[in-house]
Structure formats: structure tokens, C-alpha cells
């Protein structure tokens, strides 16, 4: 539920529209749950004593219960977890948004068990 200007990404959009192929499988699973969201949701980020433009992956128009991780605002998709992606969730924490990194791996659990919380599975 794409509330952009654009009909929803998935379906709509051919894969080079994500940067990531899980980014596409994260919009897969929130359309399916009627969770509206911007994609790349554009932020300013004081960095020390710089202000830098950064992006949030997803940033949901209303906070979810995500299976095993609570209320959830904002989604950052990542290969894995690094170094790299923990400083840009902490920059961003440190903004203000708190954010939920989604790994690959996460993303094959979700789409077994479920993505929200009390979310009935139909295999």
C-alpha cells in the first residue's frame, strides 16, 4: 500500500525499481498486509557537527507489530548484518527514527511464519 505518487511498486514496477531484491520481497509483504508506507523515505541526520541527507528504506505511515521485534516505524533492508548497517542505524537513531533492520534471512522467516504479529499463515 504504496502511498506514494506512483501506483504501488510491486506489480507495477519492474526489479530495477528497488535497489535490493529483498526491498521488493519487504514491499511484497507490506502490500499483502495493508501497511501503508513511502519507499525511501528522504531524512536530514546531524553527524557529529554535519547535517547529511541519509534514507530510510521504508517508513511506515503507522507503527506495526512485527513478529519477534515489537512496534515497528521505520524498516531498513540489509544482506546481513554489519558494521556499516548498525552505524546507520544508530545515526539514525540518534534522529530520532528507529529503525528495524530486515536481513535476507529475516525475510525468508517472515514469509514462512508470518511478518505481523497474531498474522495467520495460508500455505
Given amino acids: 500500500m504504496n502511498t506514494q505518487n506512483t501506483p504501488s511498486p510491486v506489480g507495477h514496477m519492474n526489479e530495477s525499481f ?3 531484491p529483498s526491498e521488493k520481497r519487504t514491499a511484497v ?4 498486509n ?3 508506507y513511502i519507499y525511501r523515505f528522504r531524512v536530514t541526520a546531524k553527524k557529529k557537527d554535519k547535517i547529511i541527507e541519509t534514507e530510510i528504506d521504508f517508513f511506515l505511515l503507522d507503527a506495526i ?6 512496534l515497528v516505524k521505520h524498516i531498513e533492508n540489509k544482506n546481513r548484518k554489519s558494521i556499516k548497517a548498525e552505524n546507520q542505524q544508530n ?7 528507529e529503525t528495524l533492520i530486515v536481513t535476507t534471512k529475516m525475510l525468508d522467516d517472515f514469509e514462512r511464519n ?9 500455505l
Fill in 29 to 32: 509483504m507490506l502490500d499483502a
Fill in 18 to 20: 528497488f535497489a535490493h
Fill in 65 to 70: 507489530n512485527v513478529r519477534g521485534h515489537g
Fill in 34 to 36: 495493508n501497511v501503508g
Fill in 91 to 97: 545515526l539514525l537513531k540518534d534522529n530520532g527514527y
Fill in 114 to 122: 508470518g511478518f505481523m504479529e497474531g498474522e495467520k499463515r495460508h
